[in-house]
């Protein structure tokens, strides 16, 4: 009994009405707020026509961007269907309204159906759009890779506007891609430009970035170690300096002990100088006379070699 009582409820009346599980109703989804899209204000109509289109299709309201009002019927059942197409028609294109920009919003209100408004963007955007091509594509010729930036962060920036290119359903080969990339590679990297153009192997876009993160990696080491080395160096011609100071002013000391006389002055008979040397005036004295007794022998020796020559002839 308390079974059937839980599966079936008497009305007032005495009417059995089955009763459903409350997990068993369909929960209605209202999409995240994060869903909707930003405000459009006449620039990437592409990007906002899209996500405007994917939230329209969680309010189950996409529909109504392809469909004609329907035409009214004489019974009551097609007004009625007529009536409930307008209203989830009006909601519909207010969503439209209510992602454009205030001064779009003022322009594009007026119009009568959410189809005729979506039509009208369309056309306008998708036709300035357009001349977005030529565009793309003079930057996509006109992008030069520089030293000073690092060459995998170009790379990226590269692939955006071949991304943008795609998105304008112009195809462009991988092979192509490939090429392209390599040719506009900084001046810097010629050696591996040239190597890259002479591989007879093709290579995808994929490989070729790996191998253009090693070299960049492999030149990055090479950079450190090179600073490294030139620190080193100059590290080492600081204390070499010194060492040759210190090791002078040791050799000099050498040369002192070394130079150091230890035998006896013979002009006043002490130890640890030469007699030319010598402080004393005694020795000094000395010194003279006996130079001037030499030069006097020297002369002497001189007069009496003379006269033997001068005897002879």
């Known amino acids: 009994m308390s079974s059937s009582n839980n599966e079936k409820e008497t009305t007032a009346t005495g009417t059995v009405v089955p009763v459903v599980p ?15 899209p930003e405000k459009f204000k006449g620039n990437d109509f592409k990007r906002w026509q899209q996500k405007m289109l994917f939230y329209l299709t969680t309010l189950n309201l996409a529909k109504f961007l392809k469909e ?15 009536d409930a197409w307008h209203h989830a028609d009006y909601i519909c294109k207010n969503h439209i309204l209510n992602g454009l920009d205030d001064a779009l919003y003022n ?26 091509k030529k565009f793309i ?14 060459v995998i962060s170009q790379v990226q920036e590269l692939q955006l506007i071949l ?42 876009l994929e490989d070729m970035i790996v191998r253009l993160r ?6 990055r080491s090479e950079k450190r170690g090179s600073s490294i080395e030139a620190k080193a160096h ?10 040759k100071h210190s090791g002078d002013g040791s050799s000099q000391g ?6 150091e006389f230890k035998g006896k002055c013979f002009n006043c008979n002490k130890t640890g100088h030469r007699a030319k040397d010598c402080r004393s005036g005694k020795g000094k004295s000395n010194s003279k006379k006996k130079g001037k007794a030499y030069e006097a022998n020297m002369t002497e020796e001189y007069m009496i070699t003379y006269q033997s020559v001068c005897s002879c002839l």
């Not at 409350?22 to 909707?36: F, N, Q, R, W, Y």
């Not at 290119?165 to 462009?172: D, F, K, S």
């Not at 050498?254 to 130079?259: A, D, G, L, R």
Request: charged share 35%; proline share 6%.
């Open 254 to 259: 050498n040369s002192k002990k070394t130079k």
């Open 163 to 204: 991304h943008e290119i795609h998105a304008e359903n112009m195809v462009l080969s991988e092979s192509f891609q490939v090429a392209a990339v390599i040719e506009k590679l900084p001046p810097s990297w010629k050696e591996f430009k040239n190597y890259l153009k002479h591989k007879r192997k093709e290579m995808g």
């Open 107 to 132: 322009v594009y209100s007026p119009i009568k159906t959410a189809k005729a408004l979506w039509e009208s963007l369309d056309k306008k955007y998708k036709t300035e759009d357009a001349g977005m």
């Open 214 to 219: 090693i070299e960049e990696d492999n030149r």
């Open 22 to 36: 409350i997990t068993s109703l369909p929960v209605a989804t209202t999409p995240h707020h994060g869903e909707k």
């Open 234 to 243: 100059i590290v080492e011609k600081g204390p070499n300096k010194k060492r």
């Open 68 to 82: 004609d009002a329907p035409k009214p019927g004489t019974s009551k059942e097609e007004a009625t269907a007529v």
């Open 137 to 150: 594509v003079g930057r996509f010729l006109d992008y030069k890779m520089i030293d000073n930036k690092t």
